[in-house]
């Protein structure tokens, strides 16, 4: 186990730790042992070998491709410092690259593909009945109107019609709606639902590939692929840094004559508070965050969250507790029937005309007497919750959008104080309905199901919420572990206090370093003083970024 921790480290881990004992063997054998500079530089040499060439590489790589993201100034003081014999200058600014990107590294670590996730949920066969023989077959050999059988607690393989058996299925995760469906000789079934207790005969209708559940991964893969990157704080930052930094050095190099005056603009310059203050930042939160009950997967949406303007929320187990509750009707003791639309239609009894929803119809001697109506509860705190984010968090749109029947949706959106809404919509329009909004605003979904799945994806900030499924768990950048909409209220001030610790760490150092670049260009700086004031600044932007990971009484306001 530790073995494989052990080897999951990334390689700026091992270049950090390896640079730093060399600086310490350099360190020793020149001052201590009093070693000849040739033996003495021998450590100096095995960390920029082994640790400098493969980051100025890389660097090199994204040079080629044009991407002069913050590390650039990095890269040209290592080249610079080993061209002036410098070696231990170059080798502290390796160990400044390389922690800054094994910090980066593990703020940003992510887990497994949302699409691998996706088809380990997906049953690899399925049991096709043959006369009164079943045959395991594998998904891709199904063909429509094959007879299956799905067994108690299965996942539906296809989309498909009951043909024998009475039970339930677990439908949630896909439409959105918080029933389990009852499933009878003519119901329909979708692939992904759960299957009840009890075993199910259906008739397949669609290939498994043009199924539901293939459809929603389909969408997922294009979304991921379609997602445009974020541009990063630190990359903002930098492109304007950098070359100010460049330009700096090379007008003091230039009139002083002095290649050593150059490079001691460049180590100074070093972007330490962006490589280092705001990953540390990041990290922080993440630790705050983790300690409040909430999982942050993507850090990248901590400095993007408190810019959102639009909040697209799904409606079952979001602003409801996914639990259906009846509006009551009470009926005397007469011959009471107890039933719903389609036995109602079968049966051909009188019904007068209903608004679409879920209910339970009552009979009374063979006449309707009443609807009883279902309704998912909204959450105690919506309405509070969802009039707060206007004037506390600079929202400019709230929406609802479900996949769930329209009278369910508006009536919610009613309670809670939503204006905006769209019912009945499917994964691919929950979609587009998040593209053409973030089109405008940078968005914030929430939502809980794997029909949500690919709109988490989609939205600049998506965050899956309490019990959510593992897909949208994994297709999310947050997850609230508790259903309270609290937690995503803290989840907001978190973002925006890492972010702002994390300007302060960043402007600050930089700030410092250009205070230091003057010095340097005029002089009064050697290369080596350089790179110890640059230590010294990242001491600053570090000590300062930790405190995005202290608790504070400011994570909530409603």
């Given at each position: 186990m530790a073995a494989k921790a052990f080897s999951s480290l990334p390689k700026e881990s091992y270049i950090a730790g390896l640079t730093l004992l060399a600086i310490a063997g350099h360190l020793i054998l020149r001052y201590a042992a009093a070693s000849p500079p040739r033996i003495a530089l021998l450590p100096l040499f095995g960390a920029l070998i082994i640790g400098g060439i493969p980051l100025v590489s890389e660097l090199a790589k994204k040079l080629f491709k044009m991407e002069f993201g913050s590390d650039l100034l990095a890269g040209v003081s290592i080249l610079t410092a080993v061209l002036l014999a410098q070696y231990l200058v170059?080798?502290?600014?390796?160990?400044?690259?390389?922690?800054?990107?094994?910090?980066?590294?593990?703020?940003?670590?992510?887990?497994c593909s949302v699409l691998d996730e996706l088809a380990k949920r997906v049953p690899s066969i399925a049991h096709r009945r043959e006369g009164s023989v079943l045959h395991d077959v594998k998904l891709e050999e199904i063909r429509v109107g094959d007879l299956l059988t799905v067994f108690p607690h299965e996942i539906c393989p296809v989309d498909g019609e009951v043909l024998e058996g009475h039970g339930v299925m677990d439908e949630a995760?896909?439409?959105?709606?918080?029933?389990?469906?009852?499933?009878?000789?003519?119901?329909?079934?979708?692939?992904?639902?759960?299957?009840?207790?009890?075993?199910?005969?259906?008739?397949?209708?669609?290939?498994?590939?043009?199924?539901?559940?293939?459809?929603?991964?389909?969408?997922m893969h294009e979304t991921e692929q379609q997602k445009?990157?974020?541009r990063r704080l630190g990359d903002r930052l930098g492109a304007w840094y950098t070359p100010l930094a460049l330009a700096v050095a090379g007008v003091a190099g230039f009139l002083s004559a002095d290649a050593h005056r150059f490079l001691a603009v460049v180590v100074i310059a070093t972007p330490c508070p962006l490589l280092l203050g705001i990953p540390t930042a990041i990290v922080g939160a993440i630790s705050l965050s983790a300690r409040r009950g909430i999982i942050i997967k993507n850090p990248g949406i901590l400095e993007q969250i408190a810019s959102c303007r639009t909040l697209i929320f799904d409606k079952?187990?979001?602003?409801?507790?996914?639990?259906?509750?009846?509006?009551?009707?009470?009926?005397?003791?007469?011959?009471?029937?107890?039933?719903?639309?389609?036995?109602?239609?079968?049966?051909?009894?009188?019904?007068?005309?209903?608004?679409e929803g879920l209910e339970c119809l009552v009979f009374i001697d063979g006449r309707y007497a009443a609807a009883l109506r279902f309704?998912?509860?909204?959450?105690?705190?919506?309405?509070?919750?969802?009039?707060?984010?206007?004037?506390?968090?600079g929202v400019r749109k709230v929406m609802l959008v479900s996949g769930d029947r329209e009278s369910e949706v508006k009536y919610l959106a009613e309670t809670v104080g939503i204006t905006e809404v769209r019912a009945g919509a499917s994964p691919e329009e929950k979609v587009e309905i998040v593209k053409r909004e973030t089109a405008h605003d940078k968005t914030l979904f929430v939502g809980d199901g794997?029909?949500?799945?690919?709109?988490?994806?989609?939205?600049?900030?998506?965050?899956?919420?309490?019990?959510?499924?593992?897909?949208a768990a994994k297709a999310a950048d947050a997850v609230v572990l508790e259903l309270a909409l609290g937690k995503i209220d803290e989840l907001m001030h978190i973002g925006r206090r890492m972010r702002r610790i994390a300007l302060q760490s960043a402007l600050g150092g930089m700030i410092a370093s250009l205070v230091g670049?003057?010095?340097?260009?005029?002089?009064?700086?050697?290369?080596i003083g350089g790179a110890i004031g640059q230590e010294l600044i990242d001491l600053f932007a570090v000590l300062n970024a930790v405190r995005a990971a202290l608790p504070t009484d400011e994570l909530q306001d409603f």
């Open positions: 170059a080798t502290i600014v390796v160990l400044m690259l390389s922690g800054g990107a094994a910090l980066e590294f593990y703020a940003t670590a992510k887990a995760y896909l439409t959105g709606e918080p029933y389990e469906i009852s499933k009878t000789p003519g119901s329909k079934v979708i692939s992904g639902a759960i299957n009840g207790e009890q075993a199910l005969t259906i008739r397949a209708e669609k290939l498994a590939v043009d199924s539901r559940y293939a459809r929603i991964m389909r969408v445009p990157r974020i079952t187990g979001t602003l409801t507790y996914g639990r259906p509750a009846l509006l009551l009707g009470i009926i005397e003791g007469q011959k009471v029937q107890i039933t719903g639309r389609g036995k109602v239609a079968s049966e051909q009894l009188p019904l007068p005309p209903l608004a309704h998912d509860t909204p959450r105690k705190d919506s309405r509070t919750f969802i009039a707060h984010l206007r004037p506390r968090h794997i029909n949500d799945a690919p709109a988490l994806l989609a939205a600049t900030v998506g965050v899956a919420f309490g019990s959510a499924s593992d897909i670049m003057i010095f340097a260009a005029g002089g009064y700086l050697p290369p």
